[in-house]
């Protein structure tokens, strides 16, 4: 007889994946088979924000390719050093939009609850990528608090999780989360934004699924997910019975540069979510965070993309151009449609 331990027993695979991680410029480099001159700018921008990459993830980018999309998403690289003016450590004003600990309430009925500060990957133009987690996140003590905002904010009728990415949280946790909003009587909508199924499709639990499912609050989850390498087999298989429990399944995209500027490549990549049964939500223009400069698409390049998607696509499967800008009751529309 096989006898298992208690921690193999109990750590869903998930977990053990995300724990598996790269977390060394030297490693990854090696592994991809990448010039070792990258080493010494690696190991310096990976000293400001930390390199991490599950490595099923990694297995998706193209060996000894330096300009592979994905790749460009993940390794540290020198340009983030330089300096760039414009860009700050706080570019969306969040910080100034917390309402108790945790939650960020800036638009008129949503209200998005900062889950937790941790994330399965670091990508290297996240906007969060000097957000103070550690103060300003609703742990689990916190999130009394953030219910109880909630709780006496009548006019808030959707709660998003983010993050970090809620979706690190264990699916107990999750489950006592949503059932605590479930009973907050005003809210309809519950969304959840996530990266995770993306970089570890075995994210997508059944519990996970059945969840979303038992929730009387209608539930959406929002892949972020930027290159069509991105959108794996295993994604596709993992998403369709949330489709099939009556979760709305939508993507938002960031635009950047050597990674999705393309025409071509956002046209497939609106086709290839509709295939698996999301369809194009946002696609944004990039958040000026210091450290991703080099990422920047000029927004009248993001325009003519823009328009080319739209004579290109049906109109459903053309994402809103948007940019997140602080102090605005929306985000921003970059063109009219
Ligand atoms: C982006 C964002 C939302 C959601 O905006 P939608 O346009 O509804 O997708 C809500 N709250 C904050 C703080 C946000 O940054
Ligand atoms: S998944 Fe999102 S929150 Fe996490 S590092 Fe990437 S951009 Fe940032």
């Not at 638009?107 to 957000?131: D, E, K, M, P, S």
């Not at 989360?177 to 907050?184: D, P, R």
């Not at 059945?210 to 209608?218: F, K, M, P, T």
Request: hydrophobic share 40%; with cysteine.
């Amino acid at each position: 007889m096989i006898h298992r331990t208690a921690t193999a027993w109990q750590t869903p695979e998930w977990q053990r994946v995300l724990k598996d991680g790269f977390t060394q410029v030297d490693e990854l480099i090696e592994y991809l088979d990448l010039d070792r001159q990258l080493l010494p700018a690696a190991r310096a921008a990976a000293s400001e924000f930390s390199l991490k990459v599950p490595r099923e993830f990694a297995a998706l980018i193209e060996k000894g390719n330096l300009d592979d999309p994905i790749l460009r998403q993940i390794l540290p690289l020198s340009d983030e050093l330089l300096p760039q003016q414009g860009f700050s450590r706080d570019p969306v004003g969040d910080l100034a939009t917390e309402v108790v600990p945790g939650v960020l309430h800036k638009y008129h009925g949503r209200a998005l609850l900062v889950a937790t500060g941790a994330c399965g990957i670091n990508c290297r133009y996240c906007f969060r990528r000097h957000y103070p987690y550690s103060d300003s996140f609703a742990g689990r003590d916190q999130w009394r608090q953030a219910l109880e905002y909630l709780q006496d904010n009548s006019e808030v009728k959707e709660v998003i999780l983010s993050g970090g990415d809620p979706l690190i949280l264990p699916d107990h946790q999750l489950a006592t989360l949503i059932h605590s909003l479930g009973k907050v009587p005003h809210l309809q909508r519950l969304r959840i934004h996530s990266r995770l199924p993306v970089i570890v499709p075995q994210r997508l639990t059944p519990e996970l699924t059945n969840q979303l499912g038992v929730s009387h609050l209608h539930s959406t989850l929002v892949l972020h997910i930027n290159h069509t390498a991105e959108i794996s087999n295993q994604l596709v298989r993992g998403l369709s019975p949330l489709r099939a429990n009556g979760v709305t399944l939508l993507n938002q995209s960031v635009l950047l540069r050597g990674v999705n500027d393309n025409s071509e490549l956002l046209v497939s990549l609106s086709e290839k979510l509709f295939e698996a049964g999301v369809l194009p939500y946002y696609l944004h223009l990039l958040d000026r965070v210091e450290g991703a400069a080099h990422f920047e698409v000029q927004e009248s390049h993001a325009i003519k993309l823009h328009e080319i998607l739209r004579r290109r696509l049906p109109g459903y499967l053309v994402p809103k151009l948007v940019r997140e800008r602080a102090g605005e009751k929306s985000k921003s529309p970059v063109c009219d449609f």
